[in-house]
């Protein structure tokens, strides 16, 4: 990255509150920084083309806005810098009064890249679908998790499991989760699932409130392959991205998860550790003594 005249990306979600002002004024601060532009750009219906040529992506907001700019600027190269409003998360680097002193060092590239693997998911209708068109049959990304789950039905749904060319299993259950390492902490975690260390290269597939079928945890290589197809009496399933709805698929359809081509890039200073302190504290809490407390 080119720390003279750089081009910055500043993110936001209107919905967040305060984040369309922060975001307004870093854009306003960034360029005597970098004697380049800055362009605050809300993260709402974003087209990828509007990113172009941007060499720095600053995330204003909660691990919903960091998660949105993933997908978005992964395809394209951009590395992101999570700036942190509200309580902090797990993908957060900085909180907004730090980005004027501490952007230069980033730019200088006294840093190091935290590239996350992201996963790419394909809807293909199935011979229940009829003349029903399947939302999301194009290509969708996701950085924690793709789901399938039940939707307004009050059962369980049938998933077929397949690994690659391995037929795994039929699983009754309210649905399955195929996470990333960074998305392990996250739905699958409370799904009961395992954290997987996010420089660690696989896959957690979990089945959420399993009644039947293979075991309901298996973590695989991340160039694997996960292929679920749901079959179900009920009308439709639900396919989420990120927590978000995607598509909602008639039974028979095929969803097919695989790695995707780019990761995304989060830069980072301090430690490497510093993020598995954070999680630590974020799932067991702080076990540092509090000083001046008494029992």
């Known amino acids: 990255m080119n720390a003279a005249a750089a081009s910055v990306a500043v993110l936001y979600y209107p919905a967040k509150a ?7 004024r870093l854009a306003a601060e960034i360029p005597p ?39 978005l600027c992964a395809p394209l190269g951009i590395p992101l810098l999570p700036v942190q409003l509200g309580r902090l998360g797990q993908l ?5 009064h730090e ?6 060092l980033y730019l200088r590239g006294e840093c ?25 049959a194009a290509e969708t990304l996701a950085l924690n998790d793709i789901v399938v789950a039940r939707g307004v039905s ?13 037929d795994y299993g039929t699983v009754w259950a309210d649905g399955v989760i195929v996470a990333t390492p960074t998305g392990s902490s996250a739905y699958t975690r409370s799904a009961g699932g395992p954290i997987i260390h996010p420089a660690t290269p696989s896959l957690a597939v979990t089945a959420i409130a399993p009644q039947s079928g293979p075991p309901s945890l298996l973590v695989i290589a ?22 978000l709805v995607h598509a909602l698929p008639a039974s028979g359809a095929r969803v097919t998860v695989k790695r995707a081509p780019d990761d995304a890039v989060f830069l ?11 999680l630590r504290e974020l799932l067991i809490g702080d076990p540092r003594p509090r000083l001046g407390l008494s029992g």
Do not use: C, K
């Open 18 to 24: 305060g984040a369309a002002e922060v975001a307004a």
């Open 33 to 71: 920084i970098t004697a380049g532009v800055a362009r605050a750009l809300s993260l709402r219906d974003l087209n990828p083309a509007a990113l172009r040529g941007h060499e720095l992506a600053v995330v204003v907001g909660g691990d919903g806005s960091i998660l949105g700019a993933a997908r």
């Open 92 to 96: 957060a680097e900085v909180e907004a």
């Open 99 to 104: 980005v004027a002193t501490t952007l230069p």
């Open 112 to 136: 190091w890249r935290d590239e996350r693997l992201m996963l790419a998911a394909e809807v293909e209708r199935g011979p229940d679908d009829g003349e029903t068109e399947v939302e999301g």
């Open 154 to 166: 009050s059962g369980p749904i049938r998933v077929d499991v397949t690994f690659g060319d391995w």
């Open 222 to 243: 991340a160039d694997e392959s996960v292929t679920l197809r749901v079959t179900t009496d009920a009308p439709t399933w639900v396919l989420l991205a990120d927590g």
């Open 268 to 278: 980072r200073r301090g430690d490497r550790y510093r993020l598995q302190r954070r």
